[in-house]
């Protein structure tokens, strides 16, 4: 549905899909000949712990790498031609973002997720200019909006990491520079029980954010990464002391706040470390009864 004024390609990566995945990607080579260009693994490589995000990466040709994970969409038909447009006036800035409609297939509820931050804007356009601080206030990259500067994403050392997730890679991308937010929706995020992450909760959740950021900044060590091993490490705590679980134990946590407490950098986040050990449920009751 994608309307464009520039030719495009498009990289699929089929990771031995078993649900006929791979029969519709062939109809659509024969149907649009060179326009895709497929990898059929014989074998899940995600299962065997191969990180399967640079595989597409390395083989890009365009200036700009646009992502959408398999089972989101995009929704704007002109989402490719106002990034490009944006990225090709705007050399300073890295990569762009949008707002998304987050879809439980399960449920049938949806929602509108569109951020709004007070910061620079660019002339004509509904949207505004971040940075990685601004990155600690929400989630402003979410992948399936996502339009990346090609060099930027190949030049990351994904090797490098063990816990590589999304966040390294507009991490490294955007360090440094500035990216830009479209204050409007461009796609579907789908959250389903086949999901990888999307429907995973507590440790599992709880445990791969703080491995995720713990690695990210104890490779980098500036002001952002420490804030997000911060957070991480805090609700990581915060969880195990209410929840049980195999592994979950008292030197564990005791571990947890140590690194916790060594991680801050100011009273506010002093404050976070010892509402750790108040209930998620106790915190939210009386964020909700509380007149401020």
């Known amino acids: 549905m994608q309307e464009t004024t520039f030719p495009v390609e498009i990289l699929v990566h089929d990771d031995a899909s078993s649900d006929g995945t791979a029969d519709v990607i062939r109809e659509y080579e024969q149907r649009f000949r060179g326009l895709f260009h497929v990898i059929y693994q014989k074998e899940n490589q995600y299962s065997k712990g191969v990180n399967v995000s640079n595989l597409n990466f390395q083989r890009a040709r365009g200036q700009y ?71 600690c206030k929400g989630w402003l990259t979410k992948t399936l909006t996502a339009m990346v500067r090609a060099d930027l994403l190949i030049e990351i050392d994904i090797a490098s990491y063990r816990h590589y997730r999304d966040i390294h890679m507009f991490y490294h991308a955007i360090r440094g520079r500035k990216a830009f937010y479209f204050r409007e929706a461009h796609g579907v995020f789908r959250v389903h029980p086949g999901g990888v992450n999307s429907m995973k909760q507590g440790k599992v959740n709880a445990n791969a954010a703080y491995n995720c950021y713990r690695e990210l900044f104890l490779n980098n060590r500036d002001q952002f990464t420490r804030r997000m091993c911060f957070l991480a490490t805090a609700s990581l705590l915060n969880y195990n ?30 404050r976070v470390v010892f509402n750790s050990f108040i209930k998620r449920e106790v915190k939210d009751y009386i964020k909700k009864m509380s007149p401020y």
């Open 65 to 135: 790498i646009a992502i959408c994970d398999g089972d989101d969409y995009w929704t704007d038909p002109l989402k490719l031609e106002k990034q490009v447009s944006l990225l090709d006036s705007h050399p300073d800035i890295a990569a762009c973002f949008a707002g998304f409609l987050r879809e439980e297939v399960v449920t049938g509820a949806s929602a509108l997720e569109i951020f709004d931050i007070d910061d620079e804007s660019v002339e004509g356009i509904a949207g505004f200019c971040f940075t990685l601080e601004d990155m």
């Open 241 to 270: 002391l209410f929840n049980a679980y195999q592994g979950n134990n008292f030197l564990l946590n005791l571990r947890l706040l140590g690194e916790a407490i060594r991680l801050c950098s100011s009273i506010s986040e002093l």
